[in-house]
């Protein structure tokens, strides 16, 4: 199993920054590539950013590219997400998640085996 523990949410004024952080512990190996999603209330979960443990690409979806950027500290088990120039449309609860599937980095919410509990982003305008 792989347990998922995000942090770094919070309340920001549009215009503002956060940088999001994912921890991974447990059977790490077992993760190829990690994800961020967002649900806003009453809205579906959507992809935000992708990446792999062992580099190669990093999608984004077209509603954060050139704001957000993903990132990862292999030493730590951790991947980061840097919000800048924020917006009230970001507001949501953000989750990591992990791909078990060698080979894939995805913006499918259904290729994510693990997820993590989410943190709450409140962009004020």
């Known amino acids: 199993q792989v347990q998922l523990v995000e942090s770094g949410g919070g309340l920001v004024q549009a215009g503002g920054s956060l940088r999001l952080s994912c921890a991974a512990s447990?059977?790490?190996?077992?993760?190829?590539?990690m994800g961020w999603f967002r649900q806003a209330p009453g809205e579906g979960r959507d992809f935000v950013a992708a990446?792999?443990?062992?580099?190669?690409?990093?999608p984004y979806a077209d509603s954060v590219k050139g704001r957000f950027t993903i990132s990862r500290d292999n030493s730590k088990n951790t991947v980061y997400l840097q919000m800048n120039s924020l917006k009230s449309e970001d507001t949501a609860v953000y989750y990591c998640?992990?791909?078990?599937?060698?080979?894939?980095?995805?913006?499918?919410?259904?290729?994510?085996?693990?997820w993590g509990q989410g943190t709450q982003v409140t962009v004020s305008s």
């Open positions: 447990g059977r790490t190996s077992n993760m190829y590539s």
């Open positions: 998640a992990a791909v078990r599937t060698w080979g894939v980095i995805s913006p499918r919410v259904s290729d994510y085996a693990y």
């Open positions: 990446t792999s443990w062992s580099g190669g690409p990093t």
